[in-house]
């Protein structure tokens, strides 16, 4: 079944859970640890897509190339995507000692800290 691509309308890291079907429309191409490569059956795009982990949340993330693949840093990514999800920066300092960086909404870290601490939304 050839189903409509939608992968040009995607963000480049997403929740996996915020677009269901999703991997359904794409086929696997490569497992590694606690992430698969999957490919677009209409346009070829790449994603990584975590493994599912009821700790963790679960990410498609854009890939630029085979090769690579499970290394590919998607940490800046993740970090726009805590930003986002915490509806964005504050005026505030974060409290890390010496840091000077704005805090995310809601939080008192910046988001490099937070990201730090384990938090991913």
């Known amino acids: 079944m050839n189903m409509e ?4 309308g995607m963000a480049d890291l997403f929740k996996l859970d915020s677009c269901p079907g999703f991997e359904s429309r794409t086929d696997r191409v ?20 975590d493994e599912w982990d009821k700790y963790q949340t679960q990410f498609a993330v854009r ?17 726009g995507f805590l930003v986002q999800s915490r509806g964005g920066l504050g005026e505030a300092r974060c409290i890390w000692a010496a840091c000077r960086n704005p805090q995310v909404r809601g939080g008192f870290y910046c988001a490099h800290h937070l990201f730090e601490t384990g938090v991913r939304e």
């Open 5 to 8: 691509c939608i992968c040009a």
């Open 30 to 49: 490569a497992v590694g640890n606690w992430v698969r490569l999957h490919r677009c059956a209409n346009c070829g795009q790449l994603w990584r897509l």
């Open 63 to 79: 890939i630029p190339s085979v090769e690579g693949w499970e290394d590919f840093d998607a940490t800046p990514l993740q970090k």
